[in-house]
């Protein structure tokens, strides 16, 4: 609410993200009846996903699985998270490059 609040010149939705076509429905309903199919399949160009809830030892495959699913279906530019369990996943990861000389 407070981003919509904040730039009112942006368009904003709220979905499952579990339910890719709902998603894509709300496009088609963004974009009016008369929109040609491409524009709709077209996809999104920011996705902001806010993963709640799934933080627990399987939170982190079902968050990857969420967004693996949200980047085949809607084809967005960039997709920004918000998720405890990806970000612990993202403190515990090392660039190779950084690991080929402590080996």
Known sequence: RRAKDERPHLHFEVGDGWNCND????????LGPTADIDDILSGFDVVYADIGG???PDGTL???SL???LSYSLRPRCIVIKSLCMRRLASSLRPYATMEKSL
Not at 23 to 30: A, F, Q, S, T
């Open 23 to 30: 998603l894509l429905r709300m496009k088609r309903n963004k």
């Open 54 to 56: 799934l933080s627990g």
């Open 62 to 64: 079902e968050s990857l």
């Open 67 to 69: 967004l693996d699913a």
